[in-house]
């Protein structure tokens, strides 16, 4: 078994769908491969067309069945110092390298090489491959394939969506949005400062009033289990000015806020759009009124917060062989499965430690204990 899914791994891991760039080719093999076993999908594109999801249903159509939910996406290898073809998988001992090979082309490969045993069993209850576009830019992808589900009538009894997490049941994540400040301030000639607005300067005072409500985050409320147990704001790439002679008209910068499932992640945002409004805003258009500043929403996903006692909790971490659960700082599109009503955990082969990374790798051994994940599910589906 393991084996097969090191095989489609391989093809899996030769497709670059860095987010940048088309996944179709990818989904092109994917379905080509599900209607050579007799399978129909269902696709949803982006905006331009060059991208899609995929939705394949094993099962009856009726009954309420299980989401196995993955993106095709990963993250560049620009800049990375990798040792072999990133896009060719590669074993070393009992390890498998290739960019996605961990986050999460291991996942699919595993639900892939799962779908022959699951036309082999009269299943009484549906089994959804559900593949995503966009995940790492965002989670652009998946909330139209959750809208294709409910146009179709379809209403999952659970979700699991296979993110490295070394197979341990991950019942909550933190919420995130991200933003861009664009700061407009008003060009003069250095040595006449005072008639003009420094865009840097501005900018610079809302980075830090950013960081003052990062420390009062990291007050509390805290859960200890997640990995980072506090909400977090974070200033990550700032950029402005032309001349040390120029007082600056420009300046934007990146920012985003990671909270805790029970925090309030609007109020924040409003609380930093208040500050540049009410604050920084008046001072600047004291001196010219086209200055200002403006919020740009980048991105964003809701937080996963499935109760530990939940169903699809107990059943996960008997498909999975383990009896404890997690929380975790990244996000996932388990949080919009989650906000759409479908009771949702993460849970999928690979350590989060190995993404994003050069050498990116994904132990056999992590493969083999997702395979048995999807077997038992086949038995539970058949139940």
Known sequence: MTERTIAILEKLVSFDTTSRNSNLELIDWVEAELAAQGLSSVRTYDDAGVKANLLTTIGPTEAPGFVLSGHTDVVPVD???WTSDPFRLTRRGDRLYGRGACDMK???????????RMLERPLARPIHIAFSYDEEVGCLGVPRLIARMGEAGLAPAACFVGEPTSMQVVVAHKTKV??????TGKSVHSALAPQGVNAVDYAARLVVHLNEIGRRLAAGPSDALFDVPVSTAHTGVIAGGTALNIVPEHCEFLFEFRTLPDVDVDALVAEVAAYARDVLEP?????????????????????????????????????????????????????????????????GPGSIEQAHKPD?????GELARCDAFVDRLIDHCAA
């Open 79 to 81: 800049g990375q110092a």
């Open 106 to 116: 291991g996942f699919l490969a595993s639900c892939l090489a799962g779908v022959p």
């Open 178 to 183: 991200s933003y861009r400040a664009v700061v």
């Open 283 to 347: 001072e600047m258009r004291a001196v010219d009124p086209a200055t200002g500043i403006r919020l740009e929403w980048l991105s964003g996903f809701p937080g996963l917060d499935t109760t530990p006692e939940a169903e699809v909790v107990g059943l996960a971490k008997r498909l999975a062989g383990r009896n404890d659960h997690g929380k975790v700082a990244y996000g996932t599109e388990a949080g919009l499965f989650f906000a759409a009503g479908v009771p949702t955990v993460v849970v």
């Open 360 to 364: 990116e790798y994904i132990e056999v």
